[in-house]
């Protein structure tokens, strides 16, 4: 006799906003085939779990207590878990989906999205097909033929992920110090990410690079 209940895939969800990361697990876990397994609130809890455990797929957010979550993946992968991962956030995919992409993820959707989309994405991930939305797929379909495009973010594409980072944190206000502690590293070391920046975006100083920083940060939260 054969059963037909459905093989529930194996969910870690990694999101450090108790009310969001509870409405995820409801969200996933009411459907047949989908059950988070453990819902974590930081990098250092999933890379724990991730050390004995073994599931079906991954979704995690950029914005993280405790690291970003592009070097999360990129941590992840480094332990040759090859589990798919899908990045869930509210970061916006047209800068931040190629990098996800580049660091490992398999899937990027936006938090806004209806729930719908968000389990569409979430099953496309566990059948290893790439999810992104049309506008992310023309991009990277470009790319890969040699047409680049230009965007209005295309000026921060020579920065590294880190040094886009302490760029994001910046135009937020924090000071090298604050940075430092965000990011676990000295300060001399985020000078010098200071200065690489301001080198790659021909930036003379910086009060200019606090202000471009600023200008950027308040244009993508609009």
Known sequence: MTSDKKKKHSVLLIEDHPIVRFGLSVLISQHNDLQVVNAVENGEKALEFLKKTTVDIIIVDLSLPDMNGIDLIKYIRRMDVQTPILVLSVLEEEFYAERAFAAGALGYVMKQEVSETIIEAIRKVIANELYASDKIKNRLLKKAIGK????????????????????????????????????????KTIETYREHIKLKLNIKNSTELIKQASQWELTRRK
């Open 148 to 187: 680049h495009e230009e965007t209005e973010d295309s000026y921060l594409s020579t920065l590294t992920d880190r040094e886009l980072q302490v760029f994001e944190l910046l135009g937020k206000g924090l000071e090298t110090r604050q940075i430092a502690d965000t990011l676990r590293l000295s300060i």
